[in-house]
């Protein structure tokens, strides 16, 4: 994946275990929406709006979701709705952890990844230790109630062999 927009939940699991600036040092350029942002905490929206590696994208538009909205599913949120719109207009991946988004944007063919792809990518480019993933992994599986724990624990095995 060379372009990818990102979801809140992604920035938010990440800030959590202190693994933001790990992200930027992967070879992905990096997009999220201006409503990804607005879903994010205030020192969490200063931190990422400083970033130059980061581009957040808008639209002048206020009605541009309202065509995918009715297409796709009501039920996904106006982020979500802005990431796959994003995604469809730069051909780029989608990095997400919501089920919902994830099943969407596979059935039109995207290159959907979560926050396990991540942390393997990122101690398979020595961004991170493997002890140093194990203890963020354990920590954000605390933290994150949503993550498949079952996936989790054979990261974990993987890693420690």
Same mark, same amino acid.
């Given at each position: &994946?060379? =372009?990818a927009i990102t979801d809140a939940n992604i920035f938010i699991d990440l800030f959590h275990v202190g693994l933001i600036d790990e @992200?930027? =040092?992967l070879e992905i $350029? @990096?997009?999220?929406? %201006?409503e990804v942002i607005f $879903? %994010? $905490?205030d020192h969490q929206q200063e931190s990422l709006l400083t970033i130059e590696r980061l581009t957040v994208l808008s639209n002048s538009d206020p009605n541009y979701l309202e065509d995918l909205e009715d297409s796709l599913s009501q039920r996904l949120s106006l982020a979500d709705l802005s990431i796959f719109h994003h995604a469809r207009d730069f051909e780029a991946g989608i990095l997400t952890g919501d089920s919902l988004l994830k099943k969407i944007s596979k059935k039109y063919g995207f290159e959907v990844h979560g926050i396990l792809w991540l942390f393997d990518v990122m =101690?398979? &480019?020595n961004h991170l230790s493997t002890e140093n993933a194990i203890s963020k992994l354990k920590a954000l599986m605390d933290f994150n109630k949503h993550l498949p724990i079952s996936d989790c624990q054979k990261m974990i095995s993987k890693w420690s062999e």
């Amino acid at each position: &994946m060379k =372009l990818a927009i990102t979801d809140a939940n992604i920035f938010i699991d990440l800030f959590h275990v202190g693994l933001i600036d790990e @992200l930027f =040092l992967l070879e992905i $350029e @990096l997009y999220t929406s %201006l409503e990804v942002i607005f $879903e %994010l $905490e205030d020192h969490q929206q200063e931190s990422l709006l400083t970033i130059e590696r980061l581009t957040v994208l808008s639209n002048s538009d206020p009605n541009y979701l309202e065509d995918l909205e009715d297409s796709l599913s009501q039920r996904l949120s106006l982020a979500d709705l802005s990431i796959f719109h994003h995604a469809r207009d730069f051909e780029a991946g989608i990095l997400t952890g919501d089920s919902l988004l994830k099943k969407i944007s596979k059935k039109y063919g995207f290159e959907v990844h979560g926050i396990l792809w991540l942390f393997d990518v990122m =101690l398979n &480019m020595n961004h991170l230790s493997t002890e140093n993933a194990i203890s963020k992994l354990k920590a954000l599986m605390d933290f994150n109630k949503h993550l498949p724990i079952s996936d989790c624990q054979k990261m974990i095995s993987k890693w420690s062999e």
